[in-house]
């Protein structure tokens, strides 16, 4: 009975260790700020501009645990997206393959972010 009972430990310890090594790296948040491109027509709203590929390509990254937050300004001056990457250089990577960037509809600023857990301030 001893010897199972050890084995069942020894299982379990081992299966634990196997799912901590599964488990992805940490990944860093960054704030991707959207403005106006060369391709921008002047005047026109964030709500008209051509945006479907934008839409489809954000929704992916969603799907995917990428994108954590997206919208637009309210004063059509651009947009902010909230993603996790392992690194700047990757989270750079996927913004210059949103088709809204390939297009010059935008221009953007990438940076590290550190949202502050306030919940836990309470």
């Known amino acids: ?3 199972a009972a050890f084995l069942l430990c020894m299982a379990l310890v081992t299966s634990s260790w196997a ?3 599964a488990t992805p790296e940490a990944h860093a948040t960054f704030l991707v700020i959207y403005r106006p ?3 921008w027509p002047a005047g026109v709203p964030v709500k008209e501009l051509p945006l479907r590929e934008h839409g489809r390509f954000l929704l992916g990254l969603y799907a995917e645990g990428v994108m ?3 919208g637009p ?3 059509n001056s651009g947009g902010a997206v909230v993603l996790t990457a ?3 250089e990757h989270a750079m990577d996927v913004v210059k393959s949103d ?3 390939e297009a010059g509809l935008f221009l953007y600023e ?3 972010w550190a949202p502050e857990p306030w919940e836990d301030h309470l």
């Open 73 to 75: 300004f309210t004063d």
């Open 86 to 88: 392992p690194d700047l």
């Open 99 to 101: 088709p809204a960037v």
């Open 37 to 39: 491109g060369p391709s």
């Open 19 to 21: 799912a901590e090594e």
């Open 68 to 70: 954590k937050q997206a």
């Open 1 to 3: 009975m001893r010897l």
């Open 110 to 112: 990438v940076r590290p």
